[in-house]
C-alpha cells in the first residue's frame, strides 16, 4: 500500500503558493495543471464578479452547468 501524502502535500502547496504569490509562483507547473483553462477562468469570474448584473451572472454560470 502506498501513502498518497506526499502527493496531497505538495498539491496543497502548490495552491498556497499559487493562492498567496499568483501563477508566477508555480509557473514551472502551470503548463501540467489539468483544466488550467478552466480554473483561470473560474478564478477570473471570482474576481470580478461582484460587479456583474444578474444577466452577466447568468450567462457566465451557465457556462459551468
Same mark, same amino acid.
Given at each position: ?7 496531497? #502535500? ?6 498556497? $503558493? ?5 501563477? !508566477?509562483?508555480?509557473?514551472?507547473? /502551470? ?6 483553462? #478552466? ?6 469570474? $471570482? ?5 456583474? !448584473?444578474?444577466?452577466?451572472?447568468? /450567462? ?6
Amino acid at each position: 500500500q502506498t501513502c498518497a501524502l506526499p502527493i496531497c #502535500v505538495g498539491s496543497m502547496t502548490g495552491q498556497i $503558493l499559487g493562492a498567496v504569490y499568483g501563477l !508566477d509562483s508555480v509557473s514551472d507547473w /502551470a503548463d501540467k495543471i489539468e483544466c488550467r483553462k #478552466v480554473i483561470e477562468t473560474l478564478a477570473s469570474d $471570482l474576481e470580478t464578479m461582484k460587479s456583474w !448584473d444578474e444577466a452577466e451572472i447568468i /450567462a457566465k454560470t451557465s457556462q459551468y452547468c
